[in-house]
């Protein structure tokens, strides 16, 4: 399904309940699967790795590029988790990321609340020094400089975030107390720069994206030190790992910066639905990853994943390019339940990968989405799934017949609700990603993926007004897929605040440098917000033209007297992947209802719906009546 290199290509995806594995060689593709080991995950890395490698029947050194994503970061974010942090501001600042903007979460619901700072108050520290926007106000003493070093030491702690006003463009006083701080402790304390880490303007973001910046990257570094010395230990290269923005960056980089690597795992199967896209000639997606523990949506418009600049992940703003994708907690381990009221209810709880759901026969005893299928005869009784796993169907027909009991319902009728349910948080979260921005969903063709995600497919689709799905043959391992096939990819942002007069082509030349794709945030002068434009032109006229055309797409109306400013230059540089290349047609066709085993994954076709094998290794589903 890609295109090999000179030497074979290795992508392994860490999610909740499984780790997947694809190895492209010359001869094809091998995938592997096993279960994820939530103490140090890289076991489960090297489990499935071992598995394609003895299907291929090669060695670990024949492999020339290996591309990782996982959940590290995700989990301890939504956790809340990550190391022991001090956060130096300038003084009188200290309290960015806890003020934040001052609204509340949630409208009409007043008993919502922020997620609480990172960094306690006992540990944050007031930096005696200030830059205005023009340069120094206050300028940092040596002694100062010294003196939250030693503050810093005292609190015993294992990183350290500084983010000081106007430090985007003039980042010295930032770096001088990075030294202070190394010059008493030593180089092994981790320290986050916003400058470093951000580089745009708006404190608040740039603050609380540097904190979590700091708090995971020793929590991510440690579990990528495992992940390299067992993949030196049997012979694969270095790996590389998926960011956020759905490129690969080298190992070191991410550990340094693991604000980067918080979507690194679904941004593997956006990055492979977007090569499909372009590769099927389906155009516009909407891609549905659903796993063991949640489900990832996003958009693929015109052959392009929507991207966003900033994102709200577990309610923390972070600043940095990533892949729109909106995140449920509704996946095969999602568990159900009986809420107060009586209504039946599917996750967020997950059972995981231990015990998992009930099925498993691993001591799980609650029933979950997986259990569900199982039951409507959807998943084959006693199928062997990775890890030796085994769907024992009496154990899910119990674990459901005791929710059904205290519902009032049959097994079956609680089966069939737990589906609906679980559809019904999928089609909410596809609503976010079209809806909610101005799209519709029916011009859209649903592109299917993830373990669970084929069987889930029609009901969705149908619930959208959506007539046609695709899903791809190695759909349970598509996210691994992408990894391998991915482009290698580094963004570069940074504020620069210059007024019209001074947009000339001689200053966008040099702005604009060797990047391959060039993003200009623009406003009208006196703006709170940005439009974002692609352009590598270096003419200011095409800047205006592009930024005008695309304020009025987004607000109506244009004005040609007004004055412009431009805010932020986004800097892309790229060295493509092998990508995806066209495979024979699997000569099959499926007339509903049908169970269709993929290997990793299973399809549902309902009754009234029909699937057909097609070029690229896809199946076509549409409806048949």
């Known amino acids: 399904m890609a295109v090999p290199e000179a030497e074979a290509i290795l992508g392994v995806d860490v999610g909740g309940t499984f780790t997947d594995a694809v190895l492209i060689t010359a001869e094809g593709h091998f995938t592997g699967k096993a279960p994820t080991t939530p103490d140090d995950q890289s076991r489960g890395v090297a489990e499935a790795t071992r598995q394609v490698l003895e299907k291929a029947g090669i060695e670990a050194s024949e492999i020339g590029h290996f591309a990782h994503g996982m959940t590290v970061a995700t989990n301890a974010l939504l956790e809340g ?11 009188g600042f200290t309290d960015l990321v806890e003020i934040g903007r001052q609204d509340r979460p949630s409208l009409y619901r007043l008993q919502a609340t922020h997620p609480a700072p990172l960094v306690p108050p006992e540990r944050r520290i007031g930096v005696v020094e200030r830059h205005g926007p023009d340069g120094v106000v ?42 202070a701080i190394r010059r008493r402790l030593g180089p092994e304390i981790h320290i986050s720069l916003s400058h470093d880490v951000v580089g745009t303007f708006r404190e608040f973001e740039r603050a609380a994206t540097t904190e979590i910046d700091a708090a995971l990257s020793p929590l991510l570094a440690g579990y990528l030190d495992r992940l390299a010395a067992r993949a030196s230990e049997t012979g694969l290269p ?85 892949v729109d994708i909106d995140t449920v907690g509704a996946g095969g381990g999602s568990i159900a339940w009986r809420d107060s009221g009586g209504a039946l209810r599917v996750g967020p709880e997950s059972s995981g990968a ?23 005869g959807r998943l084959e009784a006693g199928k062997e799934l990775a890890g030796g796993i085994r769907l024992d169907l009496d154990l899910a027909r119990e674990a459901i017949g005791e929710l059904a009991e205290e519902l009032g319902i049959d097994t079956e009728a609680c089966a069939e609700g737990i589906i609906r349910v679980a559809n019904s948080e999928m089609v909410r979260a596809l609503r976010v990603v079209t809806v909610q921005r101005g799209l519709d969903p029916r011009r859209f063709t649903l592109l299917a993926y993830g373990g669970a995600g084929p069987l889930h497919a029609a009901g969705v689709a149908e619930e959208l007004g959506i007539g046609t799905i695709l899903v791809p043959m190695a759909g349970g391992v598509l996210s691994a897929l992408g990894l391998a096939a991915a482009d290698r990819r580094r963004d570069d942002v940074r504020t620069v605040l210059l007024a019209e007069a001074e947009i000339d082509p001689g200053a966008l030349r ?8 060039v993003g200009w945030d623009l406003r009208y002068l006196g703006q709170s917000f940005e439009l974002t434009v692609d352009d590598r032109s270096a003419d200011p006229a095409r800047l205006r033209e592009l930024f005008e055309r695309a304020h009025e797409e987004r607000y109506g109306y244009a004005d040609p007297e007004a004055p412009i400013e431009l805010v932020t230059v ?9 990508g995806f290349a066209p495979e024979a047609r699997p000569e099959a066709e499926y007339r509903g209802p049908a169970t269709v085993d993929l290997g990793e994954a299973t399809l549902h076709v309902p009754e009234g719906w029909i699937a057909r094998g097609e070029a690229g290794g896809l199946l076509r589903m549409t409806r048949s009546d």
């Open 81 to 91: 988790e990550g190391a022991e942090t001090a956060f130096l501001a300038t003084a």
């Open 138 to 179: 206050e300028p940092l003493t040596e002694e100062e400089a010294d003196r939250v070093a030693a503050e810093v030491e005292g609190l015993g702690v294992e990183s350290v975030a500084v983010c000081l006003l106007h430090s985007y463009r003039f980042p010295g006083h930032e770096r001088a107390l990075a030294e």
């Open 238 to 322: 270095e790996p590389e790992i998926m960011q956020s923005s759905g490129g690969v960056a080298s190992l070191g980089e991410v550990a340094d910066h693991a604000a980067v690597a918080v979507l690194s795992g679904p941004a593997g199967g956006a990055a492979a639905a977007a090569l499909i896209a372009r590769s099927s000639g389906e155009r516009n997606l909407l891609c549905f990853d659903m796993g063991g523990t949640s489900c990832d949506v996003c958009a693929v418009e015109d052959g392009s994943v929507h991207e966003t600049a900033a994102k709200k992940i577990a309610g923390r703003p972070i600043a940095l390019p990533m």
């Open 354 to 376: 231990r015990p998992g759901p009930a099925c498993y026969g691993l001591g799980g005893r609650r029933p979950t989405v997986t259990d569900a299928n199982l039951a409507l």
């Open 510 to 517: 040099d702005l604009i440098g060797d990047a391959d794709q």
């Open 570 to 578: 986004r800097r892309r540089h790229l060295s493509a992947g092998p």
